[in-house]
C-alpha cells in the first residue's frame, strides 16, 4: 500500500465511497445530503493542510485521509485528521496506515499534539484504532450525535501528545 497527496484527479475515485459513507449518517458529523462539489471542497485540503490517499499496486483508492489545524491562531499547535476507508477493502489495515501517517505528519511539521474533536462513541473499531495508537478519551459530549439507528449518543474527543 502506497499513501500519497491526494489530487484532483483522485476524487471521482474518492466520491462514490465518501458518499456512502456520510450518507449512512452513523460516523461523520456531516449532513447526511452533502452534495459532491461542498464534499469536495470539505475533504481536499490545500497547503499548508493536506489531503492523502492510500492506493494498492494497481493504483486502487482504498482510504483517504486529511489532516489540518485543530484549530487557528494559539491552538494552532494542535493537529487533528479525519479518515474514511472504502467498505469495499474494510479490514486490510489502510484506516490504520492512513492514521499512522497522519501521527507522522503531523509530528514532522512541529505539532505537540493531535486531537479527534467528534468520534462518534459507537464507531468502535476507530475507537479501538485510535486507543490502540496512543490517543485516550479526554471526554465525551453526551448525545452529541444522533446516529440513525442508535438513536443520541455521545462524541469522544480524543488525544494524544506528539
Not at 97 to 113: D, P
Request: charged content about 20%; overall charge negative.
Amino acid at each position: 500500500m502506497l499513501i500519497r497527496e491526494a489530487t484532483a484527479r483522485d476524487w471521482p475515485a474518492i466520491w462514490p465511497f465518501f458518499h456512502e459513507i456520510v450518507a449512512a449518517g452513523e460516523t461523520f458529523p456531516y449532513p447526511i445530503d452533502l452534495g459532491e462539489e461542498q464534499g469536495r471542497d470539505w475533504w481536499l485540503l490545500t497547503a499548508p493542510d493536506r489531503t492523502v490517499v492510500a492506493v494498492d499496486d494497481a493504483g486502487t483508492v482504498l482510504g483517504t485521509a486529511k489532516m489540518n489545524s485543530n484549530r487557528m491562531g494559539n491552538g494552532s499547535h494542535v493537529a487533528s485528521a479525519s479518515y474514511m476507508v472504502d467498505p469495499a477493502h474494510s479490514g486490510r489495515a489502510v484506516g490504520r496506515a492512513l492514521c499512522e501517517y497522519t501521527v507522522e505528519w503531523a509530528r514532522a511539521a512541529g505539532f505537540r499534539a493531535m486531537q479527534f474533536n467528534a468520534v462518534v462513541e459507537t464507531n468502535e473499531h476507530a475507537v479501538k484504532l485510535y486507543r490502540s495508537l496512543g490517543f485516550e478519551v479526554l471526554g465525551t459530549v453526551p448525545e452529541g450525535f444522533r446516529h440513525p439507528t442508535a438513536g443520541y449518543v455521545g462524541l469522544h474527543i480524543m488525544h494524544r501528545a506528539l
